[in-house]
């Protein structure tokens, strides 16, 4: 949906010269880029690289000229008067006015702020006159919308009216950029001081993976300074593949090529070199089946310890355990020729142990392997008295000696073996825990809550154990982005969804990128895994050593009415009050029941389709239900497409999907099929979120189909 042009603002011919000119000023630079025969340098090769680097300039800019700026400013700094053009991409115009400012630069954040003055890097203080949205679309000026003015009296109410112009547009394939629309609150917690952690509470709606993304693109910008970051070497970590391939579509809009977008599993087990491993969660399929509430308490109590902050202490105290019993007895005698002179150096155990005690007292993780064999190494060289010049001779004629060593010290010692001889050997888990964990903690860790779910007959880890596991790998050799045979930390780590990573997760997350560069959002109170995520943000601030705390407080997704009666299926669990949705109109909620579910979901379908909606999901309680579907709506001339594992992809249309790959997808219209109590066990809290994540995923439209009763939630 375009809105039509409506030249109704008394500045809009003035408006549309200028972009006409902006317009053309960007073309001449193209052609001018584009132009070999001016990118003529000293000699042959100065040439083709001025002429490459200038063809990458005009490739870059080129996708901007049908839309070169979004907005303007108009500000008053040391008695003059200035309009600043605010655009997705900046453009110098060399000769004349048609300039254009990058959304993501420090005076870009004056387009979304709310402040009427700024004080720049340098000059005096600046005032800001007006704030003007612009609606550019293929090289044509649509509206010209004032959105504060001090002429008219300050805030005109305009950036509303363009929001809910926005947010009536139909959905799309991917995640959208908001770059235009951007609000105040959100533009707060996108540009969040860099070099500090940043945590962003938000409702489902109100932004958070949107904003995430944003942040990225912000963080890479050159005026982040020493904190900006290369997209290349930043990491998105999303819930699941089906979302993360979703929201990875908004990255080219962005500028945001080469950025890592995937789930935390896929990550861990990538980087410890487990992809074979099945991932299990029999935690929560504990918590979904067994009706003792007695065991369901165990396994979450369980659960919980895993991740919490303290294991890692626990992991240590094991490691330095094994490492001592490895070294116990040992001694070095190596024998080097240093300027052709023989010489036996004598590297007795308690000089052996004392390196090793520096090298296990340090912190933070940088793998004791690599580091134990640099000291060993140090030493070595100052007994011989080598020379700078003979330092490599001496080391390479003593390699094999502390290969050996290290081996005898260090070797076996698996991830996967290691963290579950944690678990099952009472005797290694008490001596670990010691002066760290309560022994009922420890009673705990040794119970197995989890006895009656089945494990997968394939060699398999659970989320539960990923983080010890992570643990020891940190412990032996660091933690970070794999870049050849080093490791290096990553520029900036975003985490979507982050209520559902454990305090244990966060530690080693905040190691593995650069300090301060960890952007966490989540909403506390939707988190489907309870068991594994903090209870507060407190808990990631204890985790990471600090960081800012930002609250969002306005959800955009849905209308009034779908807004509305997910608001009521929260309040039963929701410990955060109302949320306070934007006042979008839409029509109310269709309940069919009282029938065949697949006759009553193509009806929903097709009331939606008559409405002007293309993509539609229908949201099932379970996997099975999914694939079922798709040929009962066949029979009544639905088409569908099933999502039913996380290698599908949304490619827009019909979708049939269950609830847990629907998380933070969104769609023009939504059915919940099978919306009664039968799916949805009103007496468990799980399912009534799981309610929740279903009933919200529609931006305009929302259906409630059930044979009988719907739920008593949605009545
Ligand atoms: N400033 C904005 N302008 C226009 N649309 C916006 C704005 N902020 C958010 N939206 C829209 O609101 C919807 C929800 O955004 P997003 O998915 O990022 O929220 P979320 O907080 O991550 O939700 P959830 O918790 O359900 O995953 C998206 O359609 C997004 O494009």
């Known amino acids: 949906m375009t809105t039509a042009p409506h030249p109704t603002h008394p500045d809009h011919p003035q408006e549309a010269a200028h972009l006409q000119g902006t317009i053309q000023a960007m073309l001449e630079r193209i052609n001018a880029w584009e132009d070999r025969d001016r990118n003529v340098g000293a000699d042959l090769e100065t040439s083709v690289t001025m002429a490459d680097v200038a063809e990458e300039h005009a490739a870059v800019l080129s996708p901007h000229v049908h839309a070169p700026y979004f907005g303007s400013l108009r500000v008053r700094v040391g008695g003059k008067t200035h309009t600043l053009y605010i655009g997705k991409h900046a453009f110098r115009d060399l000769k ?19 402040a009427l003055r700024w004080t720049p890097k340098r000059g005096p203080e600046g005032t800001i006159l007006r704030r003007r949205q612009l ?13 504060y003015d001090v002429d008219a009296g300050g805030d005109t109410g305009g950036r509303e009216e363009v929001l809910l112009r926005r947010l009536a547009e139909g959905s799309t394939t991917g995640m959208r950029d908001v770059v235009e629309t951007l609000q105040p609150e959100q533009n707060d917690a996108m540009r969040a001081p860099a070099g500090t952690h940043t945590l962003i ?45 979703y929201a990875a579509r908004v990255l080219p809009g962005l500028q945001l090529e080469g950025v890592t977008v995937t789930t935390p599993e896929t990550w861990a087990v990538g980087f410890l070199g487990l992809e074979k491993l099945e991932i299990t969660d029999r935690t ?72 090793l005690e520096d090298v296990l007292a340090r912190d933070p993780l940088e793998g004791y392997r690599h580091a134990y064999r640099a000291a060993l190494e140090a030493e070595v060289l100052a007994r011989a008295n080598a020379s700078d010049a003979e330092e490599a001779g001496v080391l390479r004629q003593v390699a094999q000696d502390l290969t050996r060593l290290l081996g005898r010290v260090f070797g076996n010692v698996l991830p996967v073996s290691e963290a579950r001889r944690l678990l099952t050997d009472e005797a290694a888990l008490r001596a670990a825990a010691d002066g760290i964990l309560k022994d009922r903690m420890i009673d705990v860790l040794l119970s197995d809550p989890l006895t009656a779910v089945p494990r997968p007959r394939r060699a398999n880890a659970d989320v539960t154990e990923l983080p010890l596991m992570l643990a020891v790998q940190a412990l032996m050799g660091g933690l970070g982005r794999v870049v050849g045979r080093t490791l290096e930390p990553y ?19 905040g190691r593995a990128t650069r300090p301060g560069h960890l952007t966490a959002l989540g909403d506390l109170n939707q988190g489907l895994h309870g068991y594994k995520g903090p209870s507060q943000w407190a808990d990631v601030q204890a985790a990471l050593g600090g960081g800012t705390q930002l609250t969002l407080t306005r959800t955009y997704r849905s209308t009034r009415q779908i807004t509305a009666l997910a608001a009521q299926v929260a309040a039963t669990y929701n410990r955060a009050g109302a949320v306070v949705g934007v006042d979008r109109d839409g029509p109310e909620v269709l309940r069919l029941t009282g029938g065949g579910v697949p006759h009553l979901a193509a009806q929903a379908v ?40 996380e290698q599908a992809r949304y490619r827009g249309g019909v979708v049939i999907l269950p609830v847990n790959l629907a998380k933070g997808l969104e769609f023009d219209g939504c059915v919940v099929v099978g919306a009664d109590a039968d799916n949805y066990d009103p007496d468990t809290e799980y399912e009534n979120r799981l309610l929740y994540v279903s009933a919200s995923r529609g931006l305009h439209m929302l259906a409630l189909v059930a044979q009988r009763d719907l739920h008593p939630l949605l009545g």
């Open 606 to 645: 097709k009331a939606m389709q008559a409405a002007g909606h293309t993509n539609i999901a229908l949201v099932t309680r379970r996997t099975a239900d999914a694939d079922a579907l798709v040929p009962q709506l066949q029979a009544h001339d639905v088409d569908s497409q099933p999502i039913t594992n």
């Open 284 to 355: 929560l399929t504990l918590l979904l089946t067994d009706r003792d509430n007695t065991r369901r308490a165990a396994a979450w109590r369980k659960a919980k310890l895993l991740g919490d902050l303290r294991m890692l202490q626990v992991v240590r105290q094991h490691l330095h355990g094994k490492f001592r019993a490895g070294l116990a007895g040992a001694d070095l005698r190596l024998n080097v020729e240093v300027r052709r002179a023989p010489l036996t150096l004598t590297l007795d155990h308690a000089t052996l142990s004392g390196l």
């Open 135 to 147: 609606d550019v679309r293929d090289k044509t000026l649509r509206a010209v919308v004032d959105l």
């Open 201 to 245: 509470q938000g409702a489902a709606g109100s932004g958070k993976t949107t904003i995430g993304f944003h942040r990225l693109a912000w963080m890479s910008h050159p005026d982040r300074g020493v904190h900006m970051a290369r997209p290349e070497a930043c990491m998105v970590l999303m819930p699941n593949a089906v979302l993360a391939s």
């Open 96 to 114: 004349g006015p048609h300039s254009v400012t990058s959304w993501e630069s420090d005076v870009g954040s004056l387009f979304y702020s709310e």
């Open 491 to 509: 520029d900036h780590l975003v985490l979507d969804e982050a209520q559902d990573y454990s305090p244990l997760l966060y530690t080693l997350l």
